[in-house]
């Protein structure tokens, strides 16, 4: 059983900035393929980027590529969501996820064992 706890969201201002945070629990966090998710009001949970277990290889959607940035500190059993030059349409409520199988399919919803609570960025404009 692996426990995700997710921090970091609030209201900012379009072009600023802000750094989620995700603490999980387990003596294996530096196995897993974490990722992050994003849900707005009415759509569907959509990925924005995942990480590999030793922090080298990471995958970003299109719509997040060269602003967002996901890194990890497996001492700290926590991974890192940094949003920078954010946009309304970044308004969502944001989920880290875990997947503990190493699937391939990282930008898929159904690859992840265990999620998050979730916690919400707003951007004004």
């Known amino acids: 059983q692996v426990q995700l706890v997710e921090s970091g969201g609030g209201l900012v201002q379009a072009g600023g900035s802000l750094r989620l945070s995700c603490a999980a629990s387990?003596?294996?966090?530096?196995?897993?393929?974490m990722g992050w998710f994003r849900q707005a009001p009415g759509k569907e949970r959509e990925f924005v980027g995942a990480i590999g277990g030793s922090g080298v290889t990471t995958y970003y959607a299109d719509s997040v590529k060269g602003r967002f940035a996901v890194s990890r500190d497996n001492a700290k059993n926590t991974v890192y969501l940094q949003m920078n030059s954010l946009k309304p349409e970044d308004t969502a409520v944001y989920y880290c996820a875990a997947d503990i199988h190493y699937s391939s399919r990282y930008y898929s919803a159904r690859s992840y064992d265990y999620w998050g609570q979730g916690t919400q960025v707003t951007v004004s404009s």
């Open positions: 387990g003596r294996t966090f530096s196995m897993y393929l």
